[in-house]
T-cell receptor, first 113, second 112 residues
Framework: EDQVTQSPEALRLQEGESSSLNCSYT??????LFWYRQDPGKGPEFLFT???AGEEKEKERLKATLTKKESFLHITAPKPEDSATYLC??????????????FGTGTLLAVQP | DVKVTQSSRYLVKRTGEKVFLECVQD?????MFWYRQDPGLGLRLIYF???????EKGDIPEGYSVSREKKERFSLILESASTNQTSMYLC???????????FGPGTRLTVT
């Protein structure tokens, strides 16, 4: 069964304290892996798409990496405005599920000044 | 910029009422989606549409129906609202050949 597991559920960091969020996935074939940011009461905002193992994408303080079993979202020197829930999703390559995204339950990140 | 809008940010309805949630996208995207988001369960797909008048069930279609009469508009209908349909409802759209989905701001629906 295709599925996504994110860890930790919640993470509290001090401003400037770098860390990583994990997204583990199982899928028979991967069309793409996606990272989204979601602020409270709002819709998810697209951050990155990764397609193959070894790929990396960067945006400001965020860097996403991909292996055959997991993805990491590295946050370097975070600021309070990086506080949000970060969602990971996969799009399967095969089968009836290929039209949809399968989401993890997210990591709630709080960055304290 | 891709823009997906939803008709209401907050909605309060009574049990048994018929509820319409509307979603509009301005980027000529072929695919549109309705999700609900609940704490601890993540985003779950209710229905999606890959063309006008075309629809497919997602993971949790029971109690919902959809309508897509125009390419830019995708409506979610709760035929008879129940308290277990209290949730955040999110609409998304995606161009035909792309992978990324773009989300609207969400509608927080409370059924009392």
């Amino acid at each position: 069964e295709d599925q996504v597991t994110q860890s930790p559920e919640a993470l509290r960091l001090q401003e400037g304290e770098s860390s990583s969020l994990n997204c583990s996935y199982t899928v028979s074939g991967l069309r793409g892996l996606f990272w989204y940011r979601q602020d409270p009461g709002k819709g998810p905002e697209f951050l990155f798409t990764l397609y193959s193992a070894g790929e990396e994408k960067e945006k400001e303080r965020l860097k996403a990496t991909l292996t055959k079993k997991e993805s990491f979202l590295h946050i370097t020197a975070p600021k309070p405005e990086d506080s949000a829930t970060y969602l990971c999703a996969i799009r399967p390559l095969f089968g009836g599920a290929t039209n949809k995204l399968i989401f993890g339950t997210g990591t709630l990140l709080a960055v304290q000044p | 910029d891709v823009k997906v809008t939803q008709s209401s940010r907050y909605l309060v309805k009574r049990t048994g009422e018929k509820v319409f949630l509307e979603c509009v996208q301005d980027m000529d995207h072929e695919n549109m989606f309705w999700y609900r988001q609940d704490p601890g369960l993540g985003l779950r797909l209710i229905y999606f549409s890959y063309d006008v008048k075309m629809k497919e069930k997602g993971d949790i279609p029971e109690g919902y129906s959809v309508s897509r009469e125009k390419k830019e508009r995708f409506s979610l209908i709760l035929e008879s609202a129940s308290t277990n349909q209290t949730s955040m409802y999110l609409c998304a759209s995606r161009p035909g050949l792309a992978n990324e989905q773009y989300f609207g701001p969400g509608t927080r629906l409370t059924v009392t």
